[in-house]
């Protein structure tokens, strides 16, 4: 079993490279299987859950070439079947997006129904709310999602919830719909604006993206492009509360520090100073990290895949912190491993209340899903003594070399598979 080995105690100092972000990416692929012609990304990271999307395309037919790390080519022309299995997907929820690509594309698809991180009930009943508004027959049968339409037309959708994946997957059916769409009520998200721009520049009309109402006249055909991903707004926070958890000086570079807004402002109540360049934040920690409330909301407000990373390190600040988690009902599992670790908190709910301690101390956590388990490690890059983060298989799931940018930054970190390796962690020179 993969796991993460840390001596906690040292702040981390230097600079860190951002990469594409997962959520945009796992989208922009999707899409990039719209047209018949040739798609190249690029600023694709290479985590798993990216690598496991684009084994599900080829796996129905579709040509993929990694060019190299970070760049793919996808033909879509070579797609012969619209079923995707649950093999393939059930441990990644983004494969719903397949769902409105293939029903734009084909006007038919069948799609397992996605798994992802367990942090709550995540229905996706506004998706097929919007698929069946532009003429879609949608039907679940043992797990799997068959929609199909004869033709789709453009309407008028209001989401009852402020849903990413459920306006993206809107999106990408509308644009190859006949006729005038709005969304209403849409999500706001960075990675939203990326599809959206993404789509545009294989020839989609949309705009609107990055506000309530996301206006799309419908076009008969896609065509290929070349397109980068944005940086991962949430890859970036994580390394910015690290830096403040550790009391370090870290220079975020590679990202789009308007993305950031809403994280970059709580550091700084906390304490943290927060520099923007163009395409770079600095965070200089203070010493003292102070207590603030915090309530997790749709974009702009403050992400809920940032909300265990803020945990972790208002669990250190002096005084006591609120955070209300509005988006996701099972994301304060990870709570449960700080408190081994020596944080003091009580979670009413959707309320967790977080009395800050000096420091953590090292011990073995599990890391419950893929922020959460971020979250960890951050928590022992900062704890006394030696942490060991088991179930790190969710952490690798959306961060791509994560050690060894910790490694970089002077964090004491190390993947181990085995007794024998962890015990040469711990009893190295040193
Ligand atoms: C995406 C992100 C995830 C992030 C979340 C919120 C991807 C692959 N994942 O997830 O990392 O935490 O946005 O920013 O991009 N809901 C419904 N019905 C629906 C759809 C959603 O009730 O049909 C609810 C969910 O239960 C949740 C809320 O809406 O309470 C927001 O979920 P949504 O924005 O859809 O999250 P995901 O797209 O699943």
């Known amino acids: 079993m993969e796991q993460y080995i ?4 040292t702040p981390l100092v230097g600079e860190v490279e951002i990469g594409g972000a997962k959520n945009a990416a796992l989208a922009i692929i999707a899409a990039a299987v719209m047209t018949d012609e040739e798609v190249i990304l690029e600023n694709i990271p290479d985590v798993e859950d990216v690598n496991r999307l684009l084994n599900a ?5 579709v040509t993929v070439k990694r060019e190299d790390r970070h760049v793919v080519r996808i033909l879509g022309k070579t797609l012969h079947t619209y079923r995707v299995d649950y093999e393939y997907i059930r441990k990644m929820r983004a494969s719903y997006y397949l769902l409105g690509a293939f029903l ?5 698809a069948e799609v397992a129904l996605p798994g992802g991180c367990d942090i709550g009930s995540r229905p996706i009943d506004q998706h097929i709310k919007g698929f069946r508004a532009l003429g879609a027959e949608v039907q679940i049968d043992k797990g799997v999602v068959y929609a199909n339409a004869d033709q789709l037309y453009g309407q008028r959708i209001y989401m009852d ?3 990413v994946g459920a306006t993206i997957n809107v999106m990408l059916a509308a644009a ?8 209403e009520n849409a999500a706001k998200e960075p990675h939203v604006v990326d599809v959206a721009i993404m789509l545009n520049s294989m020839g989609a009309d949309i705009r609107g993206a990055g506000t309530d109402i996301i206006r799309i ?3 008969s055909r896609l065509h290929g492009c070349r397109y980068s991903i944005i940086p991962d707004q949430i890859e970036a926070g994580t390394f910015m509360f690290a830096a403040a958890a550790t009391r370090g000086n870290v220079l975020v570079k590679n990202v789009i520090p308007k993305h950031l807004e809403s994280i970059t402002s709580k550091l700084r109540e906390m304490g943290s100073a927060v520099w923007e360049y163009d395409d770079a934040v600095r965070v200089i920690a203070s010493d003292e990290i102070r207590s603030t ?5 749709p974009y702009p407000g403050f992400p809920t895949d940032m909300q265990p990373q803020i945990g972790v390190t208002l669990g250190l600040a002096s005084g006591t912190s609120i955070i209300i988690e509005s988006i996701f009902e099972r994301r304060f599992k990870y709570l449960d491993e700080l408190v081994r670790m020596g944080a003091q908190v009580k979670v009413e709910g959707s309320i967790a209340i977080i009395t800050g301690v000096e420091s953590y101390v090292g011990t073995e956590v599990t890391a419950p899903d893929l922020r959460a388990g971020a979250a960890l490690v951050i928590a022992g890059l900062a704890a006394r003594g030696y942490t060991i983060v088991d179930d790190i298989k969710y952490i690798l799931r959306g961060y791509e070399r994560f050690d060894e940018k910790l490694r970089a930054l002077g964090g004491d970190i190390a993947l181990v598979t085995n007794e024998r390796q962890r015990t040469e962690f711990m009893y190295r020179a040193v």
């Open 6 to 9: 840390i001596k906690g105690g």
């Open 293 to 297: 409330h915090v309530k997790t909301l």
């Open 161 to 163: 919830i402020v849903s």
């Open 104 to 108: 734009g594309k084909v006007r038919h």
């Open 217 to 219: 006249h419908g076009v």
């Open 176 to 183: 190859l719909a006949d006729g005038y769409s709005t969304i």
């Open 57 to 61: 395309i080829e796996d129905v037919g």
